[in-house]
């Protein structure tokens, strides 16, 4: 259940997300049902996974140093800002390599006022390089990035040994999964039990996949930019 100040917050990111949308096309979700279902619910639904369940709020919530989570890919700002405004006590950031996509996010957030989000402009392949990011974040989310093999090179690298991957996918996805078993086993990325999640009407059913990261990612990955993409681990 989201308590009513937190609902009131996320209207009002809807809003500053649509008049945005309206000027840039971060998104084809361009009404308010559409964009209240498709983007933010859909976001939302990460909160029941193990991952986040662990990090929300608490009577006393005293976290130290506060959770990690990356958005890779963010986009238009989902599920980054709603899940931002769900755990304030979380500190997150967004990436993306398009420059206008990020300003047109840093404008939402300067609107809705969510203090616990940076944004960093680049290609993960390159960023999962720096120190500031190379196995610096406890939580990755990936949604509507790329098919699991190519998803999991560009975020393995960016996740501290022990944290989570979390991809938002369709439930049809038994030849993904096959081609992604290379790249689990390369990148030690082990698949625990999805979440499977029901936004009703015509949107249907979807599922989160749940990637644990068990050892250090070797040095060699990500390879250079574009590469995962253009010649996948299978």
Known sequence: MIAEETQSRLKQLQEAFLAENAKLNLSAFR???????????????????????????????????????LDLGTGGGFPLLPLAVCLPQCSFVGMDSVRKKVAAVQRIIDAVKIPNVSLVCGRSETLAREGAHREQYDVILVRALA??????????????????????????????????????????????????YDLGGTWGRRQILLFRKRAKTNAKYPREVG????????
């Open 31 to 69: 009404t308010s049902e559409a964009c209240w279902t498709g983007n933010i619910l859909d976001s939302l639904a990460a909160l029941e996974t193990e991952p986040l369940r662990a990090l929300s709020p608490s009577p006393n919530p005293n976290p130290n140093p506060s959770p990690r989570i």
């Open 147 to 196: 098919e699991l093999n190519v998803l999991l090179e560009l975020a393995a690298p960016l996740v501290k040994v022990g944290g989570h991957i979390l991809c938002w996918k369709s439930l049809k996805i038994e030849q993904e999964l096959k081609d992604s078993l290379l790249a689990r086993s390369e990148l030690s990325c082990q698949m625990e039990k999805p979440y499977e």
């Open 227 to 234: 590469e995962p993409k253009k010649n996948p681990l299978l």
